[in-house]
């Protein structure tokens, strides 16, 4: 990174390499206001059972509500940031704290099984202070672990590090879900399958993209449902953005699916409006996609 000057023996840095520094500092100093603030906040991405049609559970997404930026900011615009620093961890631990307390009261308006899922880094994984977090926050908040789910990343196995084998072995034994988010988008083998016990596999929206015109991507997620269901997980299609796909993986008894087509993340109140209008009757029709009228 470092250029080396000649036969001086100094090292300098280019200026676009202390632009970057800059912006990264910059970036997380922006960060740490939004956590004082408060400007983190939550949307819910549906998750619907394909046997039957039911929302059986939502994923949390992080959304920043910044007022230097017009526009509300999405994750790839600040979690790459985070996660270069420490700040990730605070973010992950916010985040479990709003979605715990959400996931709460939305209790008395959903099924049992209505379970609500949140996304953590690797690096919060091996951070003892998140788990000491989850604890509190379940006690709480009274939620019971059962539905609360939380999704990680093919990465975190890559690593290797006992510190997170150990953390994903506690969280299944307090009886939190575990599932392995963006299956078969990274570079890991399938040996960690065998090894770790985990709920869920999430097909990686990349497999659905194109999937109506693309027979390898039909026949590879094909094999991800039938490897899901030999090893005894439930697996769940996220991008599904068309009425094709979605029939497709009806056909191939995929468990559930979420994506665009059902619905985009949405907010709290809405979320909450859709489970009371949708307890015990759905419409055959419209089963899959959200609507109030
Ligand atoms: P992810 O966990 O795989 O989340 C799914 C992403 O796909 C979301 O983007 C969602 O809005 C988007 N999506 C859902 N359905 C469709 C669809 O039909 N088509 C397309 N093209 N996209 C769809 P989002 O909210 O921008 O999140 C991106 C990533 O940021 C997440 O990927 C997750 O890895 C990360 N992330 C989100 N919230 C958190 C968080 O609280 N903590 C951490 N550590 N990471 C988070
Ligand atoms: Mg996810
Ligand atoms: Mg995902
Ligand atoms: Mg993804």
Known sequence: VAKAEGRSGFV??????????DMQLG?????????NCDEF????QPQFELATGRMTGAEA??????????????????????????????????VLSKACLQAARWMPVSADDFVCSVNLSGKSLQNDAYFAHLLLVLQQTGLPPSRLQLEITEGVFIQNSRNALNALAEIRNI???????????GYSSFGYLADFNLDQLKIDRSFLSGLESSKKKQNIVRGIIALANSLG????AEGVENETQL???IAERCHSAQGFFMSQPIEENLLTKHLIARQGRMKDADKFRLSLS
């Open 233 to 236: 997980l439930t697996v769940v």
């Open 61 to 94: 997404l992080v959304r920043w509500r910044d007022p230097a930026a017009a526009a509300i900011r999405l994750p790839v615009s600040f979690i790459p940031t985070a996660e270069r620093s420490d700040l990730i961890l605070e973010i992950d631990k916010v």
């Open 175 to 185: 009886g939190v879900g575990l599932a392995l988010d963006d299956f078969g988008s």
């Open 41 to 44: 906040f939550l949307v819910w």
């Open 27 to 35: 970036e997380e100093a922006g960060i740490k206001r939004a956590l």
């Open 247 to 249: 029939d497709f993986l």
């Open 12 to 21: 300098t840095f280019s200026p676009a390499i202390l632009n970057q520094f």
